[in-house]
C-alpha cells in the first residue's frame, strides 16, 4: 500500500507539474491569471514529486 500511496503523489504532481507549466508557458488553462501563483504551484509539485520518489525509493 505505501509503494501506492508513493506513485499517486508523483502522478499527480506530474499533473499538477504539466498543468502550471502549460498555464506559464502559453496561457491554457488559466489565462495565466496570476504569474506568481503558477510558479508556486510548480515548485510544489517538484518538491511532491521528489519526496514521493525518494520515499518510493526507501521503500523495501
Do not use: H
Not at 508556486?40 to 518538491?47: N, Q, R, S, W
Amino acid at each position: 500500500m505505501p509503494k501506492v500511496l508513493c506513485l499517486a503523489g508523483m502522478v499527480i504532481a506530474i499533473l499538477i507539474l504539466v498543468l502550471f507549466l502549460l498555464d506559464l508557458a502559453v496561457k491554457f488553462p488559466f489565462n495565466r491569471i496570476n504569474a506568481v501563483m503558477d510558479i508556486t504551484f510548480v515548485l510544489c509539485a517538484v518538491a511532491l514529486g521528489y519526496v514521493s520518489w525518494s520515499t518510493l525509493r526507501e521503500q523495501d
